[in-house]
């Protein structure tokens, strides 16, 4: 998963949500430096990754990115899932895109001493150019892959990628929300994080 996912993921913990937005960029033991539910979010982060990877549905849709993008896939289907997050925001939390975003800024600046290094370099960008709400537009999704590009080892084909996407839009999102019902269930469940969703009114169910 990226960035907004892990966030939302990480329920109502100002420490947690720190911890899981920094997971990949803490390796080993050494989250054991950090506050005890900052390494809690660490070890939250890694196992979404896991559960993630495991999924079936997931698997479904590294498989429609392969011919494009080879075993960097499982990167380009998580920016896709923050889009689908991002897309359908309102099914999924309380608070608005943008409360939580400016929110989670918040959290991230009050706690900047302890961030990783490369963390502090790039989380100016991230809250300039409000990454985390952009993800909503799929026609800001080509420009987070270009970048990904330039600055990792991910393949450049963000056109191709845009092209699939747009072709099984659908697909994508319905395997999307299939699979993320299912994650978040199982972080409420194995972790004990409480996330604040929209109650489902009755006649939803109808």
Not at 28 to 48: C, D, F, M, T
Not at 93 to 119: E, G, M
Not at 123 to 135: A, C, G, M, N, V
């Amino acid at each position: 998963m990226n960035y907004l996912a892990h966030l939302y993921l990480s329920g109502e913990s100002d420490e947690i949500k720190l911890g899981n937005f920094i997971g990949d960029f803490v390796k080993g033991n050494k989250y054991l430096q950090y506050p005890e539910q900052v390494a809690y979010g660490i070890k939250l982060h890694r196992s979404i990754d896991f559960f993630t990877d495991q999924h079936k549905d997931v698997k479904e849709c590294i498989a429609l990115l392969k011919p494009g993008y080879g075993r960097y896939s499982g990167i380009v289907a998580d920016v896709f899932f923050d889009h689908f997050l991002a897309a359908n925001w309102t099914e999924y939390s309380v608070y608005t895109l943008r409360q939580f975003s400016k929110y989670s800024h918040a959290v991230f600046l009050s706690n900047f001493l302890i961030l990783p290094f490369r963390v502090k370099q790039f989380l100016p960008f991230l809250i300039q150019h409000k990454r985390l709400e952009s993800y909503a537009h799929r026609e800001n999704l080509a420009h987070v892959l270009d970048i990904m590009s330039r600055r990792t080892s991910l393949p450049q084909n963000s056109e191709w990628a845009m092209h699939i996407l747009n072709q099984e839009y659908y697909q994508f999102d319905s395997l999307f929300k299939s699979f993320f019902a299912d994650l978040i269930e199982y972080v409420e469940s194995d972790f004990s994080v409480r996330i604040s969703k929209p109650e489902v009114r009755k006649n939803d169910c109808l």
